[in-house]
Each structure stands twice: as structure tokens, then as C-alpha cells.
């Protein structure tokens, strides 16, 4: 094992942020985490290896995000694994970019299969 | 003197000869007697010496009897005949006594004596032969003869005189012309004759009508024969009184018989019975005429003779009784209806005492058919009153009771009416009211009817509508009907009846002798229209005030009726909304499904509910729930909707409010949620990773408990997803039998008591949304699992079969009542009755089940036994590349 990988987590509650954290640095991730989503496209320097993003993120729309991180050279590459309450919000998570797609609430174990198979 | 006579011997045979003998000589008036002979002196007591020479009269003379018998001179007489004439002359029966010797009374004594002249040669009279015989006892028999011809004379003439004055009529018709020899008066008067056109003539010259009949023969016979003949009310023409008519006539023709036994005559005995027997003749046609009207008019007789219970019956007595002729007693009775024999039996004990008989009964044809019988009779009873006969008459009088029972009817209709029913004479006097009517108009009893005039049973101003229009009308046309106003005699009430008058004309003459009336009151009717509209008004202030649009539409489908309430809202009229109308105001994307559901509810006369969205005259969008029920007629057969349409825009906006909140909330919850899962979930890691395996257990144990939260909010979003129609659905074609294997195998970790059984057949493809259908079969796994506390079986059956693929969910659980089975796809559906606490859930998971089922175009159902087990299906169409499209 060399260099822990890096995830970053975007939500706008901090119990999720929190909670999401434990998780990852209890499994050897390193774990960045902003509650808002704006910072995201400002990113100029040290991506993160995969992007937890949530779609609801206060009063902006995750996919809106996604979309706009894809087009952008510099983060078109990040793996973006969307999150959302709502099932229904799969398809248009990955027809707006996403890599993957995880509801909630979920199983660590899955959400853990689903960073793996997507982290660079 | 000396006479010589011949021969002494001569002497001798005149002195003994027996006959007396006196010769006396024509010396008159001495007649000297010249000898006498023995005989003679015996007859006479006298000696030869009393008498030779001495004049016979002399010595006989006149006895006391001569002033009667007169024979001196009788004697003197046939002396001087005999010398006269010079012949015998003979005195016949005189009396001449003869004294008896030594004594002075005389023997009568009858002679009858010849005296007879002897002449001489020259023919001179010499002397005669006086020869006496004594007839006395000749005479005294001839007397006794005579006497007895004089009585039996006397008793002839009296025979005649009877004969002749008999009340009865007595004829002799002698010889065979049949000559009136004697005929009285009766029969005179009876022939119309009088005796002396009668006597001494054939009688039937004179009876000329009577020639020919046959009499003459009987005649003849009765002379021929010696029978008699008796004639018995034979008829006589005779002419009488000028006049030709039959006598009848009782009659006895008896032989006349003479003293030698022959027959000459014939004696006729006749009595007119004429009367007797016109009065018998009457009698018997009256009879005759009796019986042929009874036989007319079908009345059967009878006789019955109550000692042996015999009876004669007339044919027709047996007709009426449906036998061809008569029968015994017996057979009668035994044809009577068996509910009418204590009719007969009462009758003929009532009858014994109060002497007559009549009672009506039934009897039964051979045929079956049923007839009336009316029994008439009279008892007759002996001197000792005891009833011995009865006579009477039958008849039969089923058309006369069938007739009465038509009229009883038809009476019992007229008197039961409830309207007035009435007959108006021509003289404007009603001569019938029926009790209705006369309580309708006051009458207070049926003799007022005939004698309260028309007039009086309106006011004058309305009398005037009857005479001008009403009895015109009826007398021209022969009808008239329509209102008008009457009054009550008592009361003096004007009120209204509608009046239908009809001419009744007389069925001969044809012309008008009454005038029909059927009259009924119409104030009830006013009232009630009253009370209807009263009603009407009320009902239609009710349905106006109403909040709810209510309608009724025909079995057409065509809408009959809507409230206010619809034409406030809609702000169309009454008529524009009719029929098809209705629809117009329905929001546009609604119309279309309003309009079919309303056609397909109504073609399957099923209740109808649809929402739709309503275009208010204020320019508002309201939401309108409509239903209908179906209505039927009394014969079963559909009339149409009755319902009501309300408004349930703020339920809607209600409900979605909730729906919003649930979203929301449920969504809010998530997140917590997931926090809390995470945390347990490294919780349990990290603890696992020290080694404390027990506490790892609890966080594990948590997480279970977070999972049925998960899951539980889960079926909120969905339910509330339903019902606004925002469910979504990812169809693809997935392996079915693969995913319920996958489905099964995680189920199996979820439970330790329960077996679940895999009974799968080989299925196929199937498109759809595969973790809502696989959400489906955890439900129904898990409800069998919550449902079979008891029984650890569950069995999981897939199958193939026409082109659907079917599983099935089977378990020996508690079972649901066959009245619940419907209702358990029902939103918040559970489980009801005292096991409700026991079995957690909010009922959501079949109705989200049914749903999700229904969306991918497939059925769900349940068979199921209570306290045996449920068993869950639904069926998915197979997946035929290139068919199914995703439509969502």
C-alpha cells in the first residue's frame, strides 16, 4: 500500500460529511469535505482521487455541478460518485456525468465496492 | 011335452055327461026348462022334479047380486042371440050366487054358459042347450090376474114416470133403423130435440152428425148380442142451440129384452159430461202446458216419496243433473259438490218442518264441470202429519249464478268505488248514488237520491255549466268529462270533482233514458299536488342549498337532472347541461375520461366515480370526485344514474399538501439516517477489529433496526410517490428466475425459522423495473414470513403460462377471511380484529405491491383460507424483444 487515496465529500450536512468520514478514514482513505458545493468548480490545485457528491447541495443541484466539472478539462477526469435520497435521481445523476450512483441511506460495504471500483 | 030323442042310449050319455046341461024350450019369457042332466042338478043343488016344466027363471031367480051382475038380463039377452041368430051364444064370466042349501046365504059363483039352438028339419029353432060351466075359480084367477096386470100396469106408469122425469137421459131405440120408441126428456134436451122430432124415427136421421162415428155399430152390437156397452166420455157432435159442438157423453147401451128373451131394442142410458171433461180436458192441458213450460225453461221435476226414499225425477231433472235419464235417488247425491251436501242435508231437515224446500248446491258432471242447482219443492203430510212426499221442481242456474255473481261483482265494484258513481234521470232527479257519492255531496241516506234535484248539488252560477255545457254535451255526443264544481248539501262546501258523464241510451228504442256519471273528488288530488309541490320546492331549496352538484341521468346516458348547485358552479343553464352537456364545462384534459368512464360505468350499470377537474364561472379550476349509483325500475330493469359531484379541490390540495410533507420529511429523514446507519456500521467494524465481537453483535443488531426504518420510510416516499403519480419506474429485460434466486438467497439470511422453499419452473425474460418487481417479492416474502408465526414452510412457485410469468408466495399462516381478500391491496390496509397489534407495519406494502404490479402491466392476487394460509400471486408479461417499449 502506498500513499492513501483521497476522497473528497460533498454534502450539505455536516452528520453525512461526518458520518462519511469516519467511514473513509477508517478504511485508509484520506477525506477532504466541503459543504459547499460552489468550492468545487473553484478547485484550481490538488484534486481528489474520487468526488462523494450529493445532489442536493444547498439551493444548488449536484448534476448542475457534475455537468459542469466534466465539461471542465481539469476535473472532466475526477471519478464522481452522486449520492441522492431519491433513487429516482440514478438516471439523471449518470446522464449528467456521474460515474456511479449510491441512495441513500446505504450499506458501508456497498459504498465502499462503489469507490474502489471507481477511484483512479 | 014329449020330445023324442034318439035312442035311449042317447039318453043315458046325456043324463052322465059331464058337462051340466039344461034344455030349455023358446017359449019366451017362461024358457021352460024340457030336461036337465045329472051334472047340471049337481051344480045347481036341484032335483029333476025342481025344474022339468017350470020356467028357468022361475026357478033362478035374480040372487042379491043381480043389481051388480046384472045376469036376468044378460042371460034374457044371449037367450034371444041365441034363437036369433040360430048360433051357439056364449055368456062369459057372469056372476050368478048359488044359494047354499039349509041356509039363506049364497056361494058367489062365476059361469060361463053357451047356449046353444037346436033346429028341426025346416030349420027352425026347436029348443037350445043351455050348458053352464062354473068358471069361478077361472074367474076369481082371471081377477086375481087382472088386479095383478092393473098393479104391474100401475108400476109400468110409474116406471115411465120416472123414466121420463130421470135425471138422467133414457131412450129405446128399437130395430135395427134404430126408431125411437121412447126417449125423456134429459135425453131430448141432450140430442137438442124435441120429443117429437124424435119419436118414431131412426134416430140418426135426426142426428144427423152422429152418423158414421161408429155409434150405429155398438148398436147393432149390443141388439145382436145382448152385451151391453159402456161409453165413457166419448164425444158427441151435436147440433144445439143452432150450434155445433161435442158433447161428451157417459153412456150404457143396455139390450132390451122382450118377454121371450129376444132382442129388439136397445135401451140408451147417457149422462153429458161435457163439463167434466172440458173442466178434465183443462185440467190436463193446463198440465201439458205446465210441463212443456217447465221443460222450456229447463225445470227439472221430482217426487220423493220420504217412507222409502224413492224418487221419480223428470229427463230433465237427470240433464241438469248430467245424466242422460233418470236415476235412483242415489246417484243424485251422489253427484253433489261434497261442500254443498250439508247445504242439502240442513235444507231437507228444515224442510220437514217448515213444510217447503229450496236451497242451491253444486254438482259435479261426469265431465268435471261444475253446475248450480236450485232445488224448489213442497212437503206433503199425512193425517197423522207425518211428512210423507216431497214434489218440487229443479233448476239449473249456473248462468243465472254466474250472471248474479257478474252483477254482484260489478254492484260490489260500483258500491266499493271510492269515486261517485251515479245515474241521472231524465227529469234532472238522480236515481242512484253510490254510498261514495252521496258522502262526497251529502246525501244522508238513498231516499234523499231520488228526491234532491240535480239542481241542488251546485251553486248556481256552476248549475249553469251543467245545463248549458255538461248535459248538451252528453245528450249530443254521448260524453263529456272535465271539472266542475259541486256543492255539499250539508255543508254548503263548493269543491272541485272531475266529472266523466256518459249517455246511457235504452238498448231497444235507442233513445237516451239516463245519464252515467263517475265523479271523483279532486281536493285530495289538489292537496296532494300541493303537498307535491310543496315537497318539490323543499326538495329543490334542499338541493340548491346543498354544496354538492347532484344529477340523474337516463338509462341512455343522457343526464336527466342536475341541482343549482352545478349551474352556480358551471354558470350554464338547466338545458345546456342536459343530455350531453354536462361535459362541456369539464376541464379539457379531464373531458375525455370523464366521458368514458361515465360510457363504460353506464353500459356495465356499475357505480360510477370519476374526478375530473372543473372550469368554475369565476374562472377557477375546482376538483370534482362524481359518483353515480345505478338505479333500476321495479321490473329489474336500469334507469339510469342517480349522484352527486363534489367539490374536492381542497381534499386535493390537502392531499397533496400531505403528500409534499411525507416527501419531504421522509426525505429529511433519510439523512439522519444514513448518518446514524454509517455510524453503526464502522461502530460495528471498529469493534470487530478489537476483538469485541458481543458489542459488535448489538451494532449489528442496530443496523437491522435502522435497515426496517430505511425501509419503512422507504414505503412512505413510495405511497406518497403513487399518489401523485411521480413512481418511476427503470424498465429493462432482466432474467427473472435469476433475480428471484438472488431475491431468495438474501431473504434466507433475513430468517432462521422459516424454510423457503423454491418450486421454480423455467420462465424467461420478463421487462420491468427489476428492483420494484424484486421489491414486490420481498413484501410478499416477508408478509408470509409475518403471517406464519406457527408454520415454517414457505413455498416460492414460479411458473410459465401463457406468456406470463407467474409467482406465487404460499404459506400455512393465519389466512384472511374471505370478506377481507379484496381489501388487502388497499392503501393502509392490516390486518383487523384483536391479532392487528400483533403484526407490525403501516399497511403500505401490498398496496405498493399491487401498484408496481399494475404498472408493469401485470395482476396481482390472493387465494386464501382462514387459519389454512394465504397464497400471494401476480403475473408479468413475458419479454418478446422487440414488443415491449418503455413507457415511462
Known amino acids: 500500500m502506498g500513499k492513501p487515496k483521497k476522497v473528497m465529500i460533498a454534502d450539505d450536512d455536516p452528520g453525512i460529511v461526518d458520518a462519511m468520514s469516519v467511514m473513509l478514514e477508517f478504511e485508509g482513505y484520506e477525506v477532504s469535505a466541503t459543504l459547499n458545493g460552489a468550492v468545487l468548480l473553484d478547485m484550481e490545485d490538488e484534486l481528489p482521487d474520487l468526488l462523494l457528491l450529493d445532489i442536493w447541495m444547498s439551493g444548488m443541484d449536484g448534476r448542475n455541478i457534475c455537468k459542469q466539472l466534466k465539461q471542465k478539462a481539469f476535473t472532466s477526469k475526477l471519478p464522481i460518485l452522486m449520492i441522492s435520497a431519491s433513487k429516482d435521481i440514478e438516471r439523471s445523476a449518470l446522464e449528467a456525468g456521474a460515474n456511479d450512483f449510491l441512495a441513500k441511506p446505504f450499506e458501508m460495504d456497498e459504498l465502499l465496492k462503489k469507490i474502489e471500483r471507481n477511484i483512479a | ?888
Open chain 2, 1 to 888: 011335452m014329449e020330445i023324442n030323442l034318439p035312442g035311449g042310449g042317447h039318453k043315458d050319455i046325456f043324463y052322465n055327461s059331464l058337462a051340466p046341461m039344461l034344455i030349455i024350450g023358446t017359449d019366451a019369457p017362461a024358457y021352460t026348462m024340457l030336461d036337465v042332466n045329472n051334472a047340471y042338478l049337481s051344480t045347481t043343488h036341484t032335483t029333476r022334479e025342481d025344474l022339468i016344466g017350470k020356467s028357468v027363471f022361475g026357478v033362478f031367480p035374480a040372487n042379491p047380486t043381480d043389481n051388480i051382475s046384472r045376469n036376468i038380463e044378460r042371460t034374457i039377452f044371449s037367450f034371444e042371440q041365441a034363437i036369433i041368430n040360430k048360433a051357439v051364444h056364449i055368456m062369459s064370466n057372469y056372476r050368478y050366487d048359488i044359494p047354499i042349501p039349509g041356509t039363506n046365504d049364497f056361494e058367489e059363483r062365476y059361469w060361463t054358459t053357451s047356449n046353444t039352438p037346436v033346429l028341426d028339419s025346416n030349420g027352425a029353432v026347436m029348443y037350445f042347450i043351455h050348458s053352464p060351466a062354473n068358471v069361478t075359480e077361472m074367474y076369481k084367477l082371471a081377477e086375481r090376474e087382472k088386479a095383478g096386470v092393473a098393479a104391474l100396469k100401475h108400476q109400468q106408469e110409474q116406471l115411465y114416470a120416472t123414466f121420463m122425469q130421470a135425471p138422467v137421459g133414457i131412450g129405446i131405440f128399437k130395430g135395427p133403423e134404430n126408431i125411437v120408441d121412447l126417449i125423456n126428456d134429459p135425453l131430448c134436451q141432450l140430442y137438442g130435440k124435441t120429443r117429437e122430432e124424435l119419436m118414431g124415427k131412426p134416430v140418426f136421421d135426426v142426428l144427423l152428425h152422429t152418423r158414421g162415428l161408429g155409434f150405429e155399430a155398438l148398436l147393432d152390437n149390443v141388439r145382436l148380442t145382448g152385451k151391453s156397452f159402456k161409453g165413457t166420455g166419448m164425444a158427441v157432435p151435436l147440433v144445439r142451440n143452432q150450434r155445433l159442438e161435442n158433447a161428451y157423453i157417459n153412456f150404457v147401451y143396455e139390450p132390451f129384452r122382450e118377454t121371450d128373451g129376444s132382442i129388439a131394442a136397445v135401451i140408451v142410458v147417457a149422462t153429458e159430461v161435457t163439463e167434466l171433461v172440458i173442466a178434465k180436458n183443462q185440467i190436463e192441458e193446463a198440465e201439458a202446458r205446465a210441463r212443456l213450460a217447465v221443460d222450456a225453461v229447463g225445470l227439472g221435476t221430482f217426487d220423493l216419496d220420504l217412507p222409502t226414499g224413492e224418487m221419480i225425477t223428470s229427463k230433465k231433472f237427470a240433464n241438469i243433473f248430467g245424466f242422460e235419464e233418470p236415476v235412483p235417488r242415489n246417484d243424485y247425491v251422489a253427484v253433489f259438490h261434497p261442500d254443498d251436501l250439508i247445504v242439502r242435508k240442513l235444507a231437507h231437515e228444515q224442510a220437514i218442518i217448515a213444510g217447503n224446500i229450496l236451497y242451491e248446491a253444486r254438482v259435479i258432471w261426469k265431465d268435471a264441470s261444475v253446475h248450480w242447482v236450485r232445488v224448489e219443492g213442497k212437503v206433503f203430510y199425512d193425517a197423522a202429519g207425518k211428512a210423507v212426499r216431497i214434489l218440487g221442481i229443479l233448476l239449473d242456474i249456473t248462468d243465472q249464478r254466474k250472471a248474479k255473481e257478474e252483477q254482484r261483482k260489478l254492484i260490489s265494484l260500483v258500491d266499493n268505488s271510492v269515486d261517485l258513481v251515479s245515474i241521472l234521470n231524465m227529469d234532472g232527479v238522480n236515481s242512484y248514488i253510490n254510498e261514495a257519492g252521496r258522502n262526497l255531496l251529502g246525501f244522508e241516506n238513498e231516499e234523499q237520491v231520488t228526491k234532491i234535484p240535480v239542481s241542488a248539488l251546485h251553486a248556481p252560477e256552476h248549475f249553469e255549466q251543467v245545463e248549458k255545457e255538461v248535459i248538451p254535451m252528453v245528450m249530443t255526443t254521448g260524453k263529456w268529462a272535465g271539472t266542475m264544481m259541486v256543492r255539499h248539501l250539508q255543508t254548503g262546501e263548493i269543491f272541485p270533482v272531475y266529472n266523466n258523464c256518459f249517455r246511457i241510451d235504452d238498448p231497444e228504442s235507442g233513445k237516451p233514458i239516463a245519464i252515467g256519471a263517475v265523479m271523483r273528488d279532486l281536493r285530495p288530488e289538489l292537496a296532494a299536488k300541493q303537498a307535491l309541490a310543496d315537497s318539490e320546492q323543499l326538495l329543490r331549496n334542499i338541493t340548491t342549498a346543498t354544496p354538492i352538484a347532484l344529477w340523474m341521468s337516463d338509462e341512455n346516458g343522457a343526464v336527466s337532472y342536475v341541482n343549482q348547485t352545478w349551474l352556480n358552479w358551471t354558470g350554464r343553464t338547466y338545458e345546456e347541461t342536459l343530455g350531453g352537456g354536462w361535459l362541456e364545462p369539464i376541464y379539457q384534459e379531464d373531458r375525455q375520461i370523464a366521458k368514458e368512464k361515465f360510457s363504460s360505468d353506464s353500459s356495465a350499470k356499475v357505480l360510477f366515480e370519476v374526478e375530473f377537474r372543473l372550469n368554475h364561472s369565476d374562472g377557477t379550476i375546482h376538483w370534482c370526485i362524481a359518483n353515480g349509483q345505478p338505479q333500476y325500475r321495479s321490473d329489474g330493469s336500469f334507469s339510469g344514474y342517480i349522484g352527486a359531484c363534489v367539490d374536492i379541490t381542497e381534499q386535493k390540495q390537502l392531499q397533496k399538501q400531505k403528500d409534499d410533507f411525507i416527501g419531504i420529511a421522509s426525505h429529511e429523514l433519510k439523512t439522519p439516517v444514513t448518518s446514524i446507519k454509517g455510524y453503526a456500521q464502522v461502530l460495528e467494524k471498529m469493534l470487530l477489529k478489537k476483538g469485541d465481537v458481543k458489542e459488535a453483535m448489538m451494532m449489528n443488531r442496530m443496523d437491522m433496526q435502522i435497515r426496517r426504518l430505511t425501509s419503512l420510510i422507504g414505503d412512505l416516499l413510495d405511497v406518497t410517490k403513487i399518489n401523485s403519480g411521480k413512481l418511476q419506474f427503470n424498465d429493462a429485460p432482466f432474467d427473472f428466475n435469476g433475480m428471484v434466486k438472488d431475491l431468495i438467497e438474501d431473504l434466507r439470511r433475513t430468517t432462521e425459522k422459516h424454510e423457503l422453499a423454491e418450486d421454480f419452473n423455467e420462465t424467461g425474460m420478463v421487462y420491468g423495473d427489476k428492483d420494484r418487481i424484486g421489491q414486490v417479492i420481498t413484501n410478499l416474502v416477508t408478509n408470509a414470513i409475518k403471517y406464519s408465526p406457527a408454520a415454517g414452510k414457505i413455498i416460492i412457485h414460479i411458473a410459465l403460462q401463457n406468456n406470463e410469468v407467474t409467482l406465487c408466495v404460499q404459506d400455512y399462516g393465519i389466512g384472511i377471511p374471505g370478506d377481507k381478500l379484496e381489501k388487502v391491496f388497499e392503501q393502509f390496509y392490516r390486518v383487523s380484529g384483536e391479532m392487528q397489534h400483533t403484526f407490525p407495519g403501516l399497511g403500505l406494502g401490498l398496496y405498493i405491491s399491487s401498484e408496481i404490479i399494475k404498472r408493469e402491466r401485470g395482476r396481482i392476487w390472493v387465494t386464501s383460507r382462514e387459519g389454512k394460509g394465504s397464497t400471494f400471486c401476480f403475473a408479468l408479461p413475458l419479454y418478446v424483444e422487440g414488443q415491449q417499449t418503455n413507457e415511462n
